[in-house]
Nanobody, 123 residues
Framework: QVQLVESGGGSVQAGGSLRLSCVAS????????MGWVRQAPGKKREGVAG?????????ADSVRGRFTISISKDNAKNTLYLQMNSLKPEDTAIYFC???????????????RGQGTQVTVSS
């Protein structure tokens, strides 16, 4: 049973920073992909950043240069992070941690997702 538990969301003013965390457990695959997906009211779900088990990362154009994805691995669990700097009001959304035992065609298409954490950026 794969479990993804996010934390670190909150409210911040434009230009501020937040760090999201996601504790992932139940993986049986040595190779995998993890990422962050966001959903804003009235907008399509957007893949924000993804990383594979070798540490290779990709980013959406809208966040490249401002967000950094990273992963910490140990025997029992992986912890995924998203450092978000220079936040903008348009970054306001629910952010979901996602994971997949294979390489999906898109970040937003990963197999498993957590419950999400709210990020609100005010102008």
């Amino acid at each position: 049973q794969v479990q993804l538990v996010e934390s670190g969301g909150g409210s911040v003013q434009a230009g501020g920073s937040l760090r999201l965390s996601c504790v992932a457990s139940g993986f049986t695959s040595i190779t995998f992909c993890m990422g962050w997906v966001r959903q804003a009211p009235g907008k399509k779900r957007e893949g924000v950043a993804g990383i594979d088990s070798d540490g290779r990362a990709i980013y959406a154009d809208s966040v490249r240069g401002r967000f950094t994805i990273s992963i910490s691995k140990d025997n029992a669990k992986n912890t995924l992070y998203l450092q978000m700097n220079s936040l903008k009001p348009e970054d306001t959304a629910i952010y979901f941690c996602a994971a997949d035992p294979k390489t999906p065609s898109s970040i937003s298409g990963m197999l498993w997702r957590g419950q999400g954490t709210q990020v609100t950026v005010s102008s």
